[in-house]
């Protein structure tokens, strides 16, 4: 099994997913423009939707301060949640 490694972001772009005959596939959350780096979260959904002070208590475990794009924002309240199953609930997919 070979897998590239990848950054983490508190608004990632991308996630693994492991298939049925254990093959692992970095696939993207949204659209990625060319050039942008892709990346994952290194925590949980359920501790992406946390505020800022506590994702990064959760980070230190990985030894880095997040600098992400949501992280280093002035308003933490304009940040959209991309988890799928609350984005089909929000649109009425339930």
């Known amino acids: 099994l070979r897998c590239s490694r990848a950054n983490?972001?508190?608004?990632p772009?991308?996630?693994?997913?492991?298939?049925?005959?254990g093959h692992l596939a970095l696939v993207a959350r949204r659209a990625i423009s060319a050039?942008?780096?892709?990346?994952?979260?290194?925590?949980?959904?359920?501790?992406?939707?946390?505020p800022?002070?506590?994702r990064q208590?959760?980070?230190?475990?990985?030894?880095?301060q997040c600098r992400c794009e949501r992280c280093c924002a002035d308003d933490l309240r304009s940040f959209r949640c991309t988890c799928?199953?609350?984005?089909?609930?929000?649109d009425g997919g339930w």
């Open 8 to 11: 983490h972001s508190c608004r």
């Open 57 to 64: 208590r959760s980070l230190t475990r990985f030894g880095f």
């Open 52 to 54: 800022l002070a506590r």
């Open 35 to 50: 050039g942008e780096e892709v990346t994952i979260s290194y925590l949980p959904e359920s501790e992406l939707l946390q």
């Open 13 to 21: 772009n991308g996630f693994f997913r492991v298939s049925k005959d």
């Open 84 to 90: 799928q199953a609350l984005v089909e609930y929000r």
